[in-house]
Every structure is written in C-alpha cells, then in structure tokens.
C-alpha cells in the first residue's frame, strides 16, 4: 500500500518532492495558517498516516498523539526545538519523533549577532526615527549606542547555537564568553576561552549581552524572572532567540519600565504569536515574528532533513535525527 504523508503545513518544497519520489503520497493541509486543535485531530484521522511533519506552531500533545491513526511511525518536527511535542506520549505508541538540528545552527546564531547589534548600535529606533519624518540633522548626542567589541558576553545554554554565537563575538568582536549549562563545554572554553558558571545569577551578575539558548523545558520556563532581571547590570541587553516562555515577559516589562536593564532583543514570545503590547510601546526593545532559521537555505535544508527522517523510518532504517 502506498504510504501516506500529512504535513500540517507548507514548507520548502524539496520535502514533499523527496517525499514524492519514494513512493509516497503526500496531502498538504491548504489552510494557510496554523491548524486549531479540532482541525488537527480531524485532519490526522483523514487517511491511514504512516508520518506526520509538524511544525513548532503544532502543540502535538498527548491529546493529539492519542488521537492518530496507530499507522503513524514517524512525527518528524520542522525545528530544532521540539516542546511542542510529549515526545513520551508518541514513544509509548511506538512513534519515532525527530528533529531538524545543526542545518540551522549557523543562521540563528547570525540572527542573534544580528539583533544583538541591532540593541546596541539602535538601529531599529533609527529606522523609525527617520520614517517618522524626525531626521533634521546629525546631531551630536542622537541615539548613542553601546559598544560591544570587548564587553562580556554572557551565554544562557551553551549547546550548537549558543556556542556558535560565542563563536561569532568572541572572535570578530573580542567579546569576553561565560556561560551557564547543566555541565561545562570544553569545546567552547577552548574555542573562546569561555568560562563556566554553575549557576545563572554569575552569568547575570557580570555579562553586558545576555543572550538565551537553552530549549524550553518545566526547568526553563521563566528561566528570567523578576528576580533574575534584578541581577543584570543596568546596561545589559537581554536577547531571545529560543523560546518565548523562558522568559517572564510581563516582569521584562517591568524591568525595562524601571531601566533595570538597557535593553531587549526578542525574536520568540510566551504568548506567540501575541506579543504583550507593553513591550512594543519600548523604544529600547527590538522584536522580530521568530525569524532566526529564516533563510531560504536553511529551511530547505530543514525540509530536506524532515523528509529524510521520515524516509529513513518508513524504510525501517534508524531516522539519523531521532530523538533519545
Ligand atoms: C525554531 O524555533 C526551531 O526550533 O527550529
Ligand atoms: C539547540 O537545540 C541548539 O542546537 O543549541
């Protein structure tokens, strides 16, 4: 019997050509938008699925899994991360959950550089300032920016992406690196001469950019709270690039509010795809709709890894991005 695909969204079409050209029908939710709840589950029972290709906006929770066909062997994720899924309740039904790690590890570590020199240099704010017709002249004390180059960066997670961001700083703009993780990284301490903290308050207590790559978990969730954001130096940027709920986005308002810290960098949000408005009435905070796997490449190279994932276990081969 031909095997059978449902991708709950449209992504880069090298996976579902892959998909394709291994014998495999492939159906395509046509909504353009994130499926509700009653959408998925009437979706998922449609046909005798044999994979699932999700997507971080999909809460793939015990509920749902609990509601696929046992045809399913495979829910391949189209992230890195993979909170969106009870990866206990799809393995308790025999299903292979995986991934698209790595491929990606480069482009969000650039997107973080990115929104990391947009906070300092204000470029967001000057952008705004000319549309909004403010622009009279070079004016001497105009929107002053905060240098980076020789400034401590202070890395929460310190997996792929984290120490490629230290990569980055460390060498082209001679940033100090220390960094917090549930153990130390020899790769990254011989790379950029990083320090380990076993604890965030020291990473806090002394980084200039703090900047978040741990995956969201029970254990991480507010990871930066009111008493945290006390702890930073009042000239610290504070950027997100990995998962909204890591961050206590109303006490961030409060922070920034009462110039506990210099400025945020958020390119996730806990309430996405909301946005808490007090934060857009900021000037000193820069958001992006999470953009940070955002090139062409990188999500071409996502779907092909989804694809292959799916491919593999449908084969009866081991998935190459399973997760343990
Ligand atoms: C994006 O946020 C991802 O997890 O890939
Ligand atoms: C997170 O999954 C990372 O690769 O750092």
Same mark, same amino acid.
């Given at each position: 019997?031909?095997? #059978?695909?449902?991708?709950?969204?449209?992504?880069? =079409?090298?996976? !579902?050509?892959?998909? $394709?050209?291994?014998?495999?029908?492939?159906?395509? @939710?046509?909504?353009?938008?994130? /499926?509700?709840?009653?959408?998925?589950?009437?979706?998922?029972?449609?046909? #005798?699925?044999?994979?699932?290709?999700?997507?971080?906006?999909?809460?793939?929770?015990?509920?749902?899994? &609990?509601?696929?066909?046992?045809?399913?062997?495979?829910?391949?994720?189209?992230?890195? %991360?993979?909170?969106?899924?009870?990866?206990?309740?799809?393995? &308790?039904?025999?299903?292979?959950?995986?991934?698209?790690?790595?491929?990606?590890?480069?482009?969000?570590? !650039?997107?973080?550089?990115?929104?990391?020199?947009?906070?300092?240099?204000?470029?967001?704010?000057?952008?705004?300032?000319?549309?909004?017709?403010?622009?009279? %002249?070079?004016?001497?004390?105009?929107?002053?920016?905060?240098?980076?180059?020789?400034?401590?960066?202070?890395?929460? +997670?310190? %997996?792929?992406?984290? @120490? !490629?961001?230290?990569?980055?700083?460390?060498? %082209?703009?001679?940033?100090?690196?220390?960094?917090?993780?549930?153990?130390?990284?020899?790769?990254?301490?011989?790379?950029?001469?990083?320090?380990?903290?076993?604890?965030?308050?020291?990473? /806090?207590?002394?980084?200039?950019?703090?900047?978040?790559?741990?995956?969201?978990?029970?254990?991480? #969730?507010?990871?930066?709270? *009111?008493? $945290?954001?006390?702890?930073?130096?009042?000239? =610290?940027?504070?950027?997100?690039?990995? $998962?909204?709920?890591?961050?206590?986005?109303?006490?961030?308002?409060? *922070?920034?509010? *009462?110039?506990?810290?210099?400025? =945020?960098?958020?390119?996730?949000?806990?309430?996405?795809?909301?946005?808490?408005?007090?934060?857009?009435?900021?000037?000193?905070?820069?958001?992006?709709?999470?953009? =940070? @796997?955002?090139?062409? +490449?990188?999500?071409?190279?996502?779907?092909?890894?989804?694809?292959?994932?799916?491919?593999?276990?449908? !084969?009866? $081969?081991?998935?190459?991005? &399973?997760?343990?």
């Amino acid at each position: 019997m031909t095997k #059978q695909i449902f991708m709950t969204r449209r992504i880069p =079409a090298l996976a !579902e050509e892959m998909l $394709r050209a291994a014998g495999y029908e492939v159906t395509v @939710s046509t909504k353009d938008g994130v /499926l509700t709840r009653d959408e998925l589950k009437s979706a998922l029972v449609e046909k #005798q699925y044999d994979g699932v290709v999700s997507l971080l906006t999909d809460s793939i929770d015990a509920d749902i899994i &609990a509601t696929m066909p046992p045809s399913v062997k495979i829910i391949a994720n189209y992230a890195v %991360g993979f909170n969106n899924i009870d990866v206990a309740a799809a393995r &308790a039904r025999g299903m292979v959950v995986t991934n698209t790690p790595d491929v990606l590890t480069a482009t969000v570590a !650039e997107h973080t550089v990115a929104l990391i020199l947009t906070a300092a240099s204000r470029i967001a704010e000057g952008d705004r300032f000319i549309r909004e017709g403010k622009f009279v %002249g070079w004016d001497p004390l105009l929107l002053l920016g905060m240098d980076i180059k020789g400034k401590t960066l202070g890395l929460l +997670g310190a %997996g792929r992406i984290g @120490s !490629e961001v230290a990569d980055i700083l460390h060498k %082209g703009f001679g940033m100090e690196v220390l960094y917090c993780d549930t153990k130390p990284n020899e790769m990254l301490e011989s790379a950029c001469a990083a320090k380990f903290f076993a604890t965030h308050e020291e990473v /806090l207590e002394k980084a200039d950019i703090v900047s978040i790559h741990v995956p969201l978990l029970p254990t991480t #969730q507010h990871l930066i709270n *009111a008493e $945290r954001l006390l702890r930073m130096k009042k000239n =610290a940027i504070l950027v997100n690039t990995s $998962r909204g709920p890591v961050v206590d986005e109303l006490a961030l308002v409060e *922070a920034l509010k *009462a110039g506990t810290i210099r400025g =945020a960098a958020l390119d996730v949000f806990e309430f996405e795809p909301k946005v808490t408005p007090e934060l857009l009435a900021l000037p000193n905070v820069v958001v992006n709709p999470h953009l =940070a @796997s955002a090139t062409e +490449g990188t999500r071409t190279k996502m779907a092909e890894m989804a694809a292959t994932n799916i491919i593999e276990t449908l !084969e009866g $081969r081991t998935a190459p991005n &399973a997760l343990a």
